[in-house]
Each structure stands twice: as structure tokens, then as C-alpha cells.
């Protein structure tokens, strides 16, 4: 079974400034993938990155990077230089590796940028 | 080209009473899913098909029926319409059925029952 919990239910950052996101999950599996989805408000989920569990390299996409610590179930995202488009709901999930995709979610952060 | 599709987007109906929502991929994909996001945004996956087999069934009540005529159409029937049933359902599709999968989702199905 998977849990991922995220224990920011609200986060606020100042335009260009960086803020971090925190996620942990539990996962019984030792196969799995992480993933960072951005809900705006216009409803419409999109992928922000995703960590595979067997590379321990994190992963980052231009402005976004993950610290991903195994041992310690932990999966934070980080947003440097945050732009007034970053203001969304961001979900962190866990798919295990004989889940056939099935994403489990947390909780959700919503994230505020300060112009 | 809208990738992932759902109609309708907003449907307001009485208890009781039976509906339909349909999705629509034309990105190719081999698989489709269909998830739930409750009032408190929280996301919980329901269905998936892969090239018209269902491979994931959580457990919903059986008033829920998906149907998958092509691997690029996925529908979700909603029989016995109930209070709690009111959310935003979404429609995704990835390229394969393994979990490394990006999923692409729709802009979502606001449903309100009365």
C-alpha cells in the first residue's frame, strides 16, 4: 500500500524568491516513482517533474528540482525563482513499480506567489 | 488540439437520475484512467484501462460503470446519482500501463448533484 502526505496544506513565496514543498510517502514496494503535479486554477493537472527510486541523482526541470531522500521517505520540491505562474495547488504522488500507474496522492499544497 | 478532452465540463443534476461523461485522448495512448478530486481536492484514482482492458478497478460502488469502446475513448456512466457522488472527475491517459508513466489529464467534469 502507498500513502503520501503533505504536511503544508498552504505555502506562500515572494516572486523570485525560492520556497520548498514538502512530501513524504510510504510505499511497500521496492520499485516506485514520484511525481510533482500542478493543479492551476484552471482545474487542469500537469506534470512538474518525476524521481525514479533506483537513481539517486534528483531530478530537476529548469526551474524546479527535487531533494529526494530515500532512507527517509522524503520527496520535497523545490521552485527557484518563482514566477506569478507558479500559483497553483501542487500534489505530490507515488505510483509503485506493480501499480500498473495507479498514482496515489497527497493531501496538496497550494501555493501562493507574491508579486 | 486539446489532448485530453472530457464533455461536459459542468453538470448539474438531480438524485437519482443516471449519467454519462466521455473522454476523448488523441494523443495515441494505450492507456486511460478516470480519478475523483472530493471537495477537499483530495485526488483518489478509480479506473484505468489499457487498449480497452480494464487493469485497474478501485473500489468504487458499482453505480459506476467505465466503458472503453477504443483505446482513445473512455466514458464514465454514473447510475443512481447521490449527494456524495458531487465532485470534479478527471480523465488521464499515459502512453504505456507501467507506473513511470506521465499522465496527461483532462481539464476535468465538475459534477453537482442536488
Known amino acids: 500500500a502507498q500513502t503520501v502526505t503533505q504536511s503544508q496544506p498552504e505555502m506562500s513565496v515572494q516572486e523570485a524568491e525560492t520556497v520548498t514543498l514538502s512530501c513524504t510517502y510510504d510505499?511497500?514496494?521496492?520499485?516506485?516513482?514520484l511525481f510533482w503535479y500542478k493543479q492551476p486554477p484552471s482545474r487542469q493537472m500537469i506534470l512538474v517533474i518525476r524521481?525514479?527510486?533506483?537513481?539517486?541523482q534528483n531530478a530537476t526541470e529548469n526551474r524546479f528540482s527535487v531533494n529526494f531522500q530515500k532512507a527517509a521517505k522524503s520527496f520535497s520540491l523545490k521552485i527557484s525563482d518563482s514566477q506569478l505562474g507558479d500559483a497553483a495547488m501542487y500534489f505530490c504522488s507515488n505510483a509503485g513499480g506493480t501499480s500498473y500507474g495507479k498514482l496515489t496522492f497527497g493531501q496538496g499544497t497550494i501555493l501562493t506567489v507574491h508579486p | 488540439d486539446t489532448a485530453v478532452s472530457q464533455t461536459p465540463k459542468y453538470l448539474v443534476t438531480q438524485m437519482g437520475n443516471d449519467k454519462s461523461i466521455k473522454c476523448e485522448q488523441n494523443?495515441?495512448?494505450?492507456?486511460m484512467y478516470w480519478y475523483k478530486q472530493d471537495s477537499k481536492k483530495f485526488l483518489k484514482i478509480m479506473f484505468s484501462y489499457n487498449n480497452k482492458e480494464l487493469i485497474i478497478n478501485e473500489t468504487v460502488p458499482n453505480r459506476f460503470s467505465p466503458k472503453s469502446p477504443d483505446k482513445a475513448h473512455l466514458n464514465l456512466h454514473i447510475n443512481s446519482l447521490e449527494l456524495g457522488d458531487s465532485a470534479v472527475y478527471f480523465c488521464?491517459?499515459?502512453?504505456?500501463?507501467?507506473?513511470?508513466?506521465?499522465?496527461?489529464f483532462g481539464p476535468g467534469t465538475r459534477l453537482l448533484v442536488l
Open positions: 494523443l495515441g495512448h494505450d492507456t
Open positions: 488521464a491517459s499515459s502512453q504505456g500501463r507501467g507506473p513511470q508513466e506521465t499522465q496527461y
Open positions: 524521481q525514479e527510486a533506483y537513481k539517486q
Open positions: 510505499t511497500s514496494e521496492s520499485d516506485y516513482y
